[in-house]
């Protein structure tokens, strides 16, 4: 049975699901809700469907709807095949499984595929993935009467930002710290633990700089980036002008490779477990390999979870942090989004990239509504390295942050 306090806090989230959901009515059933993770967007989108289709259904003959509930055509689009199968899960929970019928669930990565379809309503989960140029055809090509796009932040990139804007505008927007402030999650803390380099990898990532700085220079100080870009999608670019942009790029991947798999890391977070054996861990790092070698320092407690693992490796993994069978469970960036465990108390954070998103949507994992927890968050870093003015971008709009 569920304590006052849960039900209080029910209770507020559940007025500010509704507030969402006006506010996107009031702006003729076409917008963005921007919610920090935990605020139950999944929900809104459910609730935001059912009332569609029951509307359509106000269309039909009394014969028609004395034998049927709902009528009309919906569409979810999702990121990752366990988002479309936990997307179908939400409508059960809720009780609105009969929506089922007519509901179809793409990934974007096949939804940019379809071409002529219209539809009652769109769903858009996590549309900050789903805005690229390849996937965006979808919007173009396809109609439909009712948009609602949802997402934890809006995207970093100014392109990505205006699109959004222009097909969903926000028609409600609640900061993490808001969710915290309201109760709706948990409260949590941020330690950041700066590791350093070996020897061998500090003349590593020297070496990688330098070459960075050389070819940044070449393509342009304050562009290097963008020019970057342009050079590598056009046909007509000399081939001098090519090899500038792959040795460029070259030099970037060499340089987060040396941070992303420094070894003190691995000592660093051996350290910190041995004093947490009892806590209920989520680590993510930057790369694969390396997520498999943080695991294997601590096996049996932990299993890993990345897209290199077979779909059966995954679910086991999954299942055995759940039950308790282990404690730790290692991930990249697929547990990044649609992860939800809110008897997860602890995150260690070994990977960190240019985008303040990832770890915004990190941090939601871990601070998931339960009664008298606070999410701890230990964050480990390269000092004077490029991870370090990463991380500081990173956690600029978050609260509750200790430099160690």
Request: with cysteine; charged share 25%; glycine share 6%.
């Amino acid at each position: 049975m569920e304590s006052i306090v849960t039900q209080q806090i029910n209770q507020i989230r559940d007025i500010e699901q509704k507030k969402a959901l006006n506010s996107w009515a009031k702006q003729g059933f076409v917008g963005s809700v921007i919610a920090g993770t935990g605020f139950g967007k999944s929900r809104i989108g459910v609730l935001a469907v059912d009332y569609t289709l029951k509307q359509c259904l106000k269309a039909k003959t009394n014969r028609y709807r004395k034998k049927h509930s709902y009528n009309g055509k919906a569409l979810i689009l999702v990121p990752t095949v366990q988002l479309q199968e936990q997307f179908k899960e939400e409508f059960y929970k809720w009780g609105l499984e009969g929506c089922l019928d007519h509901v179809e669930v793409f990934c974007y990565q096949s939804a940019y595929k379809l071409v002529g379809k219209h539809y009652d309503i769109v769903l858009c989960d996590e549309v900050h993935l789903g805005l690229s140029p390849e996937y965006r055809k979808f919007f173009k090509y396809n109609t439909y009467d009712k948009l609602l796009c949802m997402t934890a932040t809006p995207p970093e990139e100014e392109e990505y930002r205006e699109l959004l804007e222009k097909i969903a505008p926000a028609a409600y927007n609640i900061t993490l710290d808001k969710c915290v402030q309201l109760g709706i999650v948990s409260p949590y803390n941020i330690s950041c633990v700066p590791v350093t380099l070996t020897v061998d990898e500090q003349k590593e990532y020297k070496k990688a700089n330098n070459s960075f700085v050389q070819w940044k220079y070449q393509l342009g100080q304050f562009n290097a980036f963008e020019s970057a870009q342009m050079i590598m999608a056009d046909n007509n670019a000399t081939a001098g002008d090519k090899q500038k942009a792959i040795m460029f790029y070259r030099a970037i991947r060499m340089r987060k490779q040396i941070v992303d798999f420094a070894e003190n890391k691995i000592k660093k977070f051996k350290e910190i477990y041995k004093t947490n054996t009892s806590k209920r861990i989520l680590v993510f790092s930057g790369a694969n390999d390396f997520t498999d070698k943080l695991c294997t320092s601590i096996t049996p407690n932990a299993l890993s979870y990345h897209s290199k693992k077979t779909k059966k490796q995954k679910e086991l993994a999954l299942e055995s942090f759940k039950n308790g069978s282990i404690n730790v469970l290692c991930s990249t960036k697929a547990l990044n989004q649609g992860f939800d465990v809110p008897d997860a108390n602890m995150g260690i954070i070994c990977g960190i990239t240019s985008k303040s998103l990832s770890m915004i949507q990190r941090v939601g994992r871990l601070i998931r509504f339960k009664e008298g927890k606070v999410g701890e968050i230990i964050i480990l870093y390269v000092a004077d390295s490029q991870e370090e003015k990463w991380l500081k971008n990173a956690v600029k709009n978050l609260k509750n942050i200790t430099w160690k």
